[in-house]
């Protein structure tokens, strides 16, 4: 690629560069990479206004790799256009921009994948997702990627969007799916457990979940947005997320319990993945608490971007003229 030119990536060519399972690994790799220093993240920010809508940014450095990254994007009632922006970390020209809704959805599944895969029971063949828009189709196949499901269980509060959605699991993952006329149904007894919602008060507590089960909590990412109640937090053996520090100004969740407890409970899943701990034997509930961070997108970018170089997959862009400052 010429040194003066940039790739633009539309959805379309990162659909064809990478799929969930490749996905997940990379996130992997990403997360040990931030264990052992040699990634970091920028801290997520966001501001809020009237109906319920955010901008939101969140990025990070790959030293090793030489690239820096950003990617934002604003939610509002009319959807999203996230994008994400690869920046050569020595001399600040710009390697990428990447359309990132296909690759905000892998990530947002495949980071469930990773903490799914060292957090679940080996044998957890059944799960329950509560929440249908357009993250949780990419949540049940994160799940499918690292546990073998017999069963998927569907809950929304519209029965015309289970139906759908149930439909959706079976045309599009081949998985056997139901919908569950409540939230307490879907979950009884289920060994993992994925919410995805825009809920803005807890909706699951602790006496609906069974002893042994898996929670990954995915949707709420604002102050604003809750999804499970407090009593969840006591009866976990082990509490990760992928940005503690993300989760201690943004988790309402968060916030509510451990700003009056104990912090160092919450563990990194880069910490999980990098020292290789599994699920203790004995644990009842283990939670994983994603908030969205920029290593996870970085590793995606990074991956797509060399596979596009390396397929001449991508439109060919001018780098941007980079003015000189004036120094007098």
């Known amino acids: ?27 992997e790799h990403g997360l040990r990479l931030e264990a052992r220093g040699e990634a970091c993240n920028m801290a997520k920010t966001h501001v809020a206004w009237g109906g319920g809508n955010t901008l939101h940014a969140i990025g990070a450095l790959f030293s090793d790799a030489g690239v820096a990254g950003t990617k934002t994007w604003v939610h509002a009632a009319g959807g999203a256009t996230p994008l994400l922006i690869l920046f050569d970390s020595q001399t600040g020209a710009l390697r990428a921009v990447i359309e990132a809704f296909a690759l905000g959805q892998l990530r947002t599944g495949g980071i469930s994948g990773v903490a799914t895969r060292w957090l679940a029971r080996d044998d957890a063949d059944e799960l329950a997702i509560i929440g249908t828009s357009k993250q949780a189709l990419a949540q049940v196949a994160a799940v499918a990627a690292v546990r073998s499901l017999r069963r998927v269980r569907v809950f929304s509060p519209h029965p015309a969007h289970r139906a759908e959605f149930v439909a959706h699991v079976h045309a599009e993952l081949d ?3 139901v919908p569950a006329a409540s939230i307490a149904e879907a979950v009884a007894g289920a060994p993992i457990i994925t919410l995805v ?5 807890p909706f699951l507590t602790a006496a609906m979940v069974a002893r042994g089960c898996h929670l990954n909590a995915v949707g709420a990412i604002t102050p604003e947005r809750a999804e499970f109640a407090s009593d969840i937090l006591p009866r976990c053996t082990v509490v990760a997320a992928d940005s503690v520090s993300a989760a201690q100004t943004l988790s309402r969740e968060f916030m509510d319990y451990f700003n009056t407890g104990d912090w160092s409970r919450v563990a990194p899943l880069s910490s999980i993945v990098a020292e290789q701990r599994e699920r203790p034997r004995d644990a009842d509930l283990t939670l994983f608490k994603a908030m969205g961070m920029g290593i996870a997108d970085l590793a995606l970018g990074i991956e797509v971007y060399d596979r596009a170089r390396r397929a001449n997959v991508g439109r060919h862009i001018a780098q941007p003229r980079r003015a000189q400052p004036r120094l007098h």
């Open 1 to 27: 690629m010429s040194a003066d030119s940039a790739l633009w990536l539309n959805e379309a060519d990162v659909a064809s560069l990478i799929d969930l399972r490749e996905a997940i690994d990379a996130i």
């Open 175 to 177: 998985l056997v799916a």
């Open 197 to 201: 919602t825009r809920a803005t008060a």
